[in-house]
């Protein structure tokens, strides 16, 4: 999906998408402008965005029908109702970026990115000579209970890594090398404590470079592809980068320039240095950016993105890799509807948890679970810190936690860094940036790798407005705060806790059942202490069974009750799925229609622009007509007063007494 600028400056950011889009305040005419650049149907809805943004709510009389553009002009802008203006500026930039995305750096040439002096491990910031703006690095990024780490922390710039003895915080380390351009929508992964990144896409342009993090020595190094006929990698992004067979990496599908029909799996092999294309058998997936790949035992799962198109996608696909072959699943029950640049994860080889993610108009934050062994989709219920709507997202597991970076919401980055325990489902915030910052941003990658023998996350690039080339590092810890914050309950077991979220009637039962065995233990304890009068005690027994028994009559009659409203709520919720599935078609036809109608609308405009210029024309021949009839009908008056001249000269000749030969001279003269 194409990106919204993270962390948008509004109006600033408007107004300066709206000069690059051909609004400059001018007459209604600019909309030719922005046509030039853009299809029919993305020009108007741009100048209907401007309109509101700039004037509020379309007040104008309709125009005639006899004015196609006027009047489609004016059904855009109407359409809109009474949407804030802000909302307007914002979706404004939101569109200019789908179809342009790198608007933005064409247009903040003067802004120059920090240059930091890596042997002294001090920012060098580069002040822009025009404007002075400068962007200092951050050596510490993150917050601990609290309290902001300031950048000029001593202990970080003498010692590097080794001071990353605090958990949960994000650490900028001291890394050497030079530094590979800065992106998003790129490819990471770990192989021997080495960072691969390839590809990805900076001010518009895709990148098919392959870097290389050592993170024994941190530091940068570009790996020297050798050229191959038969797999040399084109330029893309939105892809996925696989570790593979201990020494391979597997780049799946992406954006390029000129993709194929179908989604290629790109290998390369690390001794070689080589890139191929994976062969494959079976019924491969369409080609598609922004999806989902996760690596389970011998197969690689595929699920959702964005085809060529633009379309969003919410498909299913294994490819086997031993057998190389391709598989297209259908799964029982609701899937996750249509979107890209959500995240991935696979819990326990068998459930595989697909978070958050976009549409082209809205951002997610639901959970969907896949059973790989039945092969059904469910969507249990979240529990604690609920995280907020999010796309361009990265994630990666550690154990039963699988963390959160990043992301944005159409408005701004995520600046929280979260984790979700895969077996209770319970979220937390790990730790939350501040600022600006490369981690609150979309399209970053963030790997899984060690460090004196303990686990940490590296994220690298991202784009927030700028695009980013840095590499930030965090060590989380595996204490119980990070678990849950809502333990009165007990755990249900790692395997069964996604089953046990979806139903909520099956919670229910449980804890019905545990009540009952808890007064169970009473009374047993009871009997125990007054061995000393049996009689009392067994006419106790009987009463507390009686009432025992009349207990979970009810209990058992209002499980039942739960039950039956369960069903209802599943079958109201089916039905609202299919209603807003004929909805959504509805709108996708009614969109259709509406662009055919726009189309057609500019092609009889062209018309009669071309029928006015024939009846101007029409309208001159006639004048020039009018003018050849009068100069004629001069003419003829002239030869008719000559001729009655000639034979006026005869008749005083004849009575002058000439001679008929020299009237007859005079005639002919």
Known sequence: ??????????????????????FDGSADSTVGAVASKFSN???????????????????????????????????????????????AMRLFVKILEEEDPGWYSRVSNNVVEPMVDVKMNNPEVVVAPDNGNAYPEMKTVATVNGHFLESQDKDVVSEGLEVVSVYDQWVSPPVSGKHP??????????????????GGNHNGRYLNDLQVLDMRSW???????????????????????????GNKLLSVGGHSRDPSETLQVKVFDLPTCTWSTLKTYGKPPISRGGHSVVH???????????????????????????????????????????????????????YLLIF???????????????????????????????????????????????????????????SETIVLNMSTLVWSVVTTV???????????????????????????????????????????????????????RPVPDSLSAVQNNTNATRDLESELGMGQEGKTREIVMENTDSERNIPKVEEMNKNLVAVLKAEKEELESSLAN???????????????????????????SLRGQLAAEQSRCFKLEVDVAELRQKLQTMETLRKEVEILQRQKAASEQAALDARQRQSSGGVWGWLAGTPPDQRANIDES
């Open 219 to 245: 530091s940068w190094s570009k790996v020297e592809v050798q050229e191959r006929t038969d797999g040399m990698t084109s330029p893309c992004a939105g892809h996925s980068l696989i570790p593979w067979d």
């Open 41 to 87: 149907e993305t020009a108007l809805l741009l100048y209907a965005l401007h309109k509101q943004a700039t004037l509020g709510p379309c007040n104008m009389p309709k125009p005639k029908s006899w004015k196609p553009i006027e009047h489609s002009k004016w059904t855009s802008w109407n359409g809109l109702g009474d949407m804030p203006s802000t909302e």
């Open 434 to 488: 501040q600022g600006r910052v490369s981690l609150a941003s979309e399209g970053a990658t963030v790997v899984l790798s060690s460090y004196s023998g303990e686990d940490i996350l590296v994220a690298f690039g991202g784009y927030n407005g700028r695009y980013n080339n840095e590499v930030n590092v965090l060590k989380p810890s595996h204490k119980t705060s990070l678990q849950t914050k809502l333990t009165e």
């Open 356 to 414: 958050g993610g976009g549409s082209h108009s809205a951002c997610f934050n639901d959970l969907h679970v896949l059973d790989l062994q039945t092969m059904e989709w469910s969507r249990p219920i979240q529990q604690g810190e609920i995280p907020s709507p999010r796309a361009g997202h990265s994630g990666v597991t550690i154990g039963e936690n699988w963390f959160i970076v990043g992301g944005g919401d159409n408005k701004s980055g995520v």
């Open 562 to 588: 739960e039950r039956m409203h369960a069903q209802q709520l599943r079958q109201e919720l089916t039905e609202a799925e299919t209603r807003n599935g004929d909805l959504y078609k509805e709108l996708q």
């Open 1 to 22: 999906m194409a990106k919204v600028s993270s962390g948008l400056a509004y109006p600033e950011r408007f107004y300066a998408a709206a000069s690059y889009a051909g």
């Open 296 to 350: 389970v035992g011998t197969t690689l799962v595929i699920f959702g993105g964005q085809d060529a198109n633009r379309s969003l996608l919410n498909d299913l696909h294994i490819l086997d890799l031993e057998s190389m072959t391709w598989d297209e699943m259908d799964p029982v029950g609701v899937p996750p509807s249509p979107r890209s640049d959500h995240a991935a994860a696979v819990h326990a080889d068998r």
């Open 181 to 198: 351009k800065a992106r998003y929508e790129h490819g990471a992964a770990v192989i021997e404590d080495k960072m691969y990144i390839f």
